[in-house]
């Protein structure tokens, strides 16, 4: 079943809809009850007009006309005043609401675990946030506002005619039943369409967020046709999905204007025979008719509440289901003891699928204070093994403690510094970037932690300094410069445990001998665990450990494993050398 074709119930997803609106009933409630009061005066025309038609204009009564007028100014001012207060608190309910919503969808998404994460497309996340968030508000603000207005219009109108005469009144309205089953069946028959269009957009956004990300690549394979390809192919798909759910709000708006129209018809045809039988007079006659015009008028507003919510419940049970999504990662929790830094694996075992294992039982021992090299093929679970000991994911079997005394995510998050291959940057100051690690940190402990790293010299070069700003991903910057920010970041964290995944790849080879200076005065009293292909880096380590397909081989030192390991000497000959 493809994403969007799975039916979802509407009642509960409107239950929590109307949950997260009552947490801003203030300005929802003044909503309806502006809306109520300014409903409330739809009848004072037609009443005006049947009093002038009836007393008025017979009685020859000037003054009387002008009165009429005044108050019927002074009712149409009033409806006015109450419609510019109302759209005032609709819009701080809309966006109060689209804030609360949105909140919740991106503190979930910053806390999913990152297996979870990894499978959902970051274009759909987008259109969720985007698109998703504010179709949901929209039909609880159109059920709240238009919605229950539009059903105290219909009594109003409703009762003021069944007073004027109830005969006729309940011939005209025949077609209600009709226009209120039409209105039922229609939803259960559009709620499949819309949720399928929603899917297809999500689909679309998806692939244009990667085009965007990997314009680089695509222009560097030469691969733009077959992008706009993949472009072509889902555009038309979720076209085609909108198509079809705009096919079946062009039958169903015409049908119920039509099945309302036949009031008017009726009212016609009765109201006639009725006046010329003596039963109404002209003045009743005339504001039956313009009573059931504001009858029906909010029965066609009901047809596109049906549509906003149709298409708003769909949306919301998208944002509800990442909302529903796994296991939410607990919040930061204040820094605890620090730690010395003695990391034990005790048969852990993991794998981004259940019958694909990347660890098999690894048991692992890495003494406090000590420099370990990780070093391997790629694919033998090196990069896991440190996302394991960062925190960012739990192993799936067995278990890994910290000084010796068993550690969740958070906790060993809160002891470790890592710097990943990919060193991503945030758009905004470089400042900003280093203080994500020690967000009280001033100016003089950024310059020291540049300096370690090798970058003081190219951030003073720049005009702005630490308010140089970077672009999205630091894209104003080298990969060997994004890399060396990385460093000062992990640098100023100040933590027990440092992991390193190739965090000099990109290091021209000046620079890596001053960064691998500052590493091995850092790496004292911390215990730091490196992945790397560089033969200086393994060599100057404490310890090797040699990876195959998620199990441990071999450990020992650089000339010991070179006698000893067939496996490790292999890998040196052909990556260290």
């Not at 089953?181 to 244009?208: C, D, E, K």
């Not at 093994?385 to 958070?410: F, K, N, R, S």
Request: proline fraction near 4%; hydrophobic fraction near 45%.
């Amino acid at each position: 079943m493809q994403e969007g074709d799975a039916p979802v119930p509407h009642r509960p997803v409107a239950r929590r809809l109307l949950a997260l609106a009552w947490r801003h009933r203030a300005p929802a409630l003044g909503v309806v009850l502006l809306a109520s009061l300014g409903t409330a005066l739809v009848v004072v025309f037609p009443r005006a007009v049947q009093h002038a038609l009836d007393e008025v204009i017979p009685q020859r009564d000037v003054r009387g006309a002008w009165t009429l007028c005044a108050w019927l100014a002074g009712a149409f001012l009033l409806r006015d005043l109450l419609a510019a207060l109302r759209g005032r608190l609709a819009g701080v309910f809309e966006q109060r609401m689209i804030h609360d919503l949105r909140g919740q969808l991106h503190d979930k998404v910053a806390h999913l675990p990152l297996a979870g994460l990894q499978r959902q497309r970051t274009g759909d996340l987008l259109a969720r946030l985007a698109d998703d968030v504010p179709a949901a508000q929209r039909a609880v603000q159109e059920g709240v506002e238009q919605g229950l207005t539009a059903i105290l219009q219909i009594l109003v109108c409703a009762g003021v005619m069944f007073a004027t005469n109830a005969r006729y009144s309940l011939v005209i309205l025949l077609p209600v039943p009709l226009l209120a089953a039409g209105g039922w069946l229609f939803s259960r028959l559009l709620a499949p369409r819309a949720r399928r269009a929603r899917a297809a957009s999500g689909r679309l956004g998806a692939l244009l967020h990667e085009t965007i990300s990997g314009l680089r690549l695509i222009r560097s394979l030469r691969a733009e046709n077959a992008r706009q390809r993949a472009f072509d192919r889902l555009s038309t798909e979720a076209g085609l999905e909108q198509r079809r759910l705009a096919s079946a709000w062009a039958v169903y708006g015409p049908l119920m204007c039509l099945l309302g129209s036949l009031g008017l018809v009726l009212l016609l045809g009765t109201g006639v025979r009725g006046q010329l039988a003596g039963e109404l007079t002209q003045g009743e006659l005339l504001q039956l008719i313009l009573l059931l015009g504001f009858f029906y008028e909010p029965m066609a507003r009901l047809h596109g509440v049906n549509q906003t919510l149709t298409s708003g419940l769909a949306a919301a049970a998208r944002v509800f289901e990442i909302l529903d999504a796994g296991e939410r990662e607990p919040d930061p929790c204040p820094a605890t003891e620090r730690v010395r830094g003695e990391i034990e694996l005790r048969g852990v075992g993991f794998g981004h699928t259940p019958d694909l294992p990347v660890l098999h039982g690894l048991h692992l021992h890495l003494p406090a204070g000590q420099t370990t090299a990780l070093v391997g093929v790629s694919g033998c679970g090196k990069s896991t093994l440190l996302d394991l000991v960062a925190g960012l994911a739990e192993p799936q079997t067995g278990t890994i403690l910290l000084d010796g005394a068993p550690a969740g995510a958070e906790a060993r998050r809160t002891q470790t510094a890592y710097v990943m291959q990919d060193a991503f940057l945030f758009s905004g100051s470089l400042r900003d970037n280093l203080r994500l690690a020690r967000p009280d940190a001033g100016d003089d402990a950024l310059w020291t932690a540049l300096r370690q790293a090798s970058a003081e010299e190219f951030v003073r070069a720049r005009p702005e300094g630490l308010d140089l700003e970077l672009g999205e991903r630091g894209a104003r910057l080298s990969g060997g410069e994004r890399q060396r920010l990385a460093l000062a970041r992990a640098f100023l964290q100040d933590a027990p445990v440092l992991l390193l995944d190739e965090a000099t790849s990109a290091v021209d080879a000046e620079s890596e001998h001053r960064v691998q200076e500052a590493l091995a005065a850092f790496c004292v009293n911390r215990t730091c665990l490196i992945v790397t292909h560089r033969l200086a880096t393994v060599a100057r380590a404490d310890v090797i450990h040699v990876l195959s397909g998620g199990r441990l081989i071999a450990s020992g030192r650089h000339a010991e494993l070179l006698e000893s390991c067939p496996h490790y000497r292999h890998l040196a000959s052909l990556a260290f050398a």
